[in-house]
């Protein structure tokens, strides 16, 4: 009787034992789904938002530019010759076009009787050339003074998304923190390293120098070649210096991590 207890007691045991780990299984697999289906709504809202910024960004810049701005610039500029260039670099490309035409006239002359032009043919064909190059850089000066008032529109618009969406940002940046989850120590350390050796690395100079000119060019800015050295010769390096110093303190890499991105580095 007593070995019957006994085993109906073990019985009861193992069915319960059984029962629980089941209910477990079942909970974590369910916590897994759950988990999957959040984690796959994140990157949809996530890259969601991304593409959305972009393009607003885009449309409104391009929009206000030629509905609101450029309107507005044609009104008050006005059709004054000397209001032409909008910084001394754009009138000496002007220039250097022109004195260039003017050689090349006369290298056709000299190369060919039959191309060779009188001095009053000479003035005219200079006159039209300037004429050309006056509504070419007009033209120019009007849209670099658009963008720059379009542009400001639009970073303004951009904060305010950025500003007034901030569960899509919460998102935004637990997408990021997945994605580096699943990176490998290596692969970040690759990832680190990559980026950092485009945007500041040594031989990033040139890029910088390329991209500064053409903000200045898009904004009819002149480029002062020593300021954007004095720029290239520090704001990388800070960047470089905040960088490191943020890889070495983050709590979010791995030793090996911080270790290969070390060996890598060297």
Same mark, same amino acid.
């Given at each position: 009787?007593?070995?019957?207890?006994?085993?109906?007691?073990?019985?009861?045991?193992?069915?319960?034992?059984?029962?629980?780990?089941?209910?477990?299984?079942?909970?974590?697999?369910?916590?897994?789904?759950?988990?999957?289906?959040?984690?796959?709504?994140?990157?949809?809202?996530?890259?969601?938002?991304?593409?959305?910024?972009?393009?607003?960004?885009?449309?409104?810049?391009?929009?206000?530019?030629?509905?609101?701005?450029?309107?507005?610039?044609?009104?008050?500029?006005?059709?004054?010759?000397?209001?032409? &260039? #909008?910084?001394?670099?754009?009138?000496? /490309?002007?220039?250097?076009? +022109? *004195?260039? %035409?003017?050689?090349? @006239?006369?290298?056709?002359?000299?190369?060919?009787?039959?191309?060779?032009?009188?001095?009053?043919?000479?003035?005219?064909?200079?006159?039209?050339?300037?004429?050309?190059?006056?509504?070419?850089?007009?033209?120019?000066?009007?849209?670099?003074?658009?963008?720059?008032?379009?542009?400001?529109?639009?970073?303004?618009?951009? &904060? #305010?998304?950025?500003?007034?969406?901030? /569960?899509?940002?919460?998102? +935004? *940046?637990? %997408?990021?923190?997945? @994605?580096?989850?699943?990176?490998?120590?290596?692969?970040?350390?690759?990832?680190?390293?990559?980026?950092?050796?485009?945007?500041?690395?040594?031989?990033?100079?040139?890029?910088?120098?390329?991209?500064?000119?053409?903000?200045?060019?898009?904004?009819?800015?002149?480029?002062?070649?020593?300021?954007?050295?004095?720029?290239?010769?520090?704001?990388?390096?800070?960047?470089?210096?905040?960088?490191?110093?943020?890889?070495?303190?983050?709590?979010? @890499?791995?030793?090996?991590?911080?270790?290969?991105?070390?060996?890598?580095?060297?």
């Amino acid at each position: 009787m007593r070995e019957t207890k006994v085993g109906l007691r073990g019985a009861i045991g193992d069915s319960l034992s059984s029962f629980f780990k089941q209910t477990l299984n079942l909970k974590t697999e369910e916590d897994l789904l759950e988990s999957e289906y959040d984690s796959r709504a994140n990157t949809i809202i996530a890259v969601r938002f991304v593409l959305t910024l972009l393009i607003v960004t885009l449309i409104t810049q391009q929009v206000s530019k030629k509905i609101i701005v450029r309107p507005i610039v044609e009104h008050v500029w006005g059709d004054g010759i000397s209001q032409v &260039f #909008l910084n001394s670099e754009m009138k000496e /490309e002007a220039f250097n076009e +022109l *004195r260039f %035409f003017e050689q090349s @006239l006369r290298f056709e002359g000299l190369l060919d009787d039959n191309l060779a032009l009188s001095e009053e043919e000479k003035e005219t064909q200079l006159e039209h050339k300037a004429s050309e190059l006056n509504e070419e850089y007009l033209e120019e000066s009007k849209n670099a003074l658009s963008n720059r008032f379009a542009d400001l529109i639009a970073v303004v618009v951009s &904060f #305010l998304i950025i500003h007034s969406y901030r /569960e899509e940002m919460d998102a +935004l *940046r637990q %997408f990021w923190h997945d @994605l580096l989850d699943t990176l490998s120590d290596s692969a970040k350390a690759f990832v680190l390293i990559l980026s950092t050796d485009i945007f500041v690395g040594f031989h990033s100079a040139h890029g910088w120098e390329v991209l500064l000119e053409w903000v200045a060019h898009h904004l009819g800015l002149a480029a002062n070649h020593a300021l954007v050295f004095i720029f290239i010769a520090t704001v990388p390096v800070i960047l470089d210096t905040i960088i490191k110093y943020g890889i070495f303190q983050s709590d979010q @890499l791995s030793s090996s991590t911080v270790a290969s991105f070390k060996e890598m580095n060297h």
